[in-house]
């Protein structure tokens, strides 16, 4: 038994009323296995950032999966390559949590921290699971990245790309901002 928990609730407690020592010791007892299940909690989450694989990427946009109701991640590493990654479900706090900071740095260039979970019924594939972001910034991206970007956007038609491209006057080489990519995506619209 660690004590030194035990002694940290009873100070976060407050001194014990006179006349209350039972309720004082039920509500002690409660806040240390409260705090207890949750530093084993943060354990496992560390454990898990500490294993996890990095990389950078700028985090296009975060939906949430129909069959799984997990959130779903487009990102694109420098490579322009789409990446997608997954959050827990949405139905979750850790889920949760995580989509809202992942919408929140819709736009950015973030640090991912991912490790792979086994797939439900099936140990020969694996989900590339979210287990953190840290946000570096809004920055430009590479013209070669947006282009991807923009191609995908395009169903992979090259002239629809080039055309949203040249219409919102992009320049050939180079960065372009998230705003100057936008306006590019929104000319695939029209």
Known sequence: ?????????????????????????????????????????????????????????????????????????????????????????????????????ARSLVGRWVLVYRYNEEKAGNRQHNVRMLAHLVDLGDGAISVNVAKKVLLDDAGGVVARAQGAWESAGLPGAGTVTVAQLEKARAELQS
Request: contains cysteine.
């Open 1 to 101: 038994m660690d004590y030194s928990l035990v002694i940290a609730t009873a100070q976060a407690a407050g001194p014990c009323p006179l006349g209350e020592e039972a309720a004082w010791g039920r509500r002690v007892h409660t806040l240390t296995v409260d705090l207890h299940m949750i530093a084993r909690q943060a354990a496992q989450d560390v454990d898990r950032l500490e294993s996890a694989k990095t990389f950078v990427a700028f985090l296009e946009k975060v939906e949430i999966e129909e069959t799984s109701r997990r959130g779903l991640l487009t990102l694109r590493p420098p490579s322009g390559e789409a990446e997608h990654i997954r959050t827990e479900q949405e139905e979750t706090d850790r889920g949760r949590q995580m989509i809202d900071r």
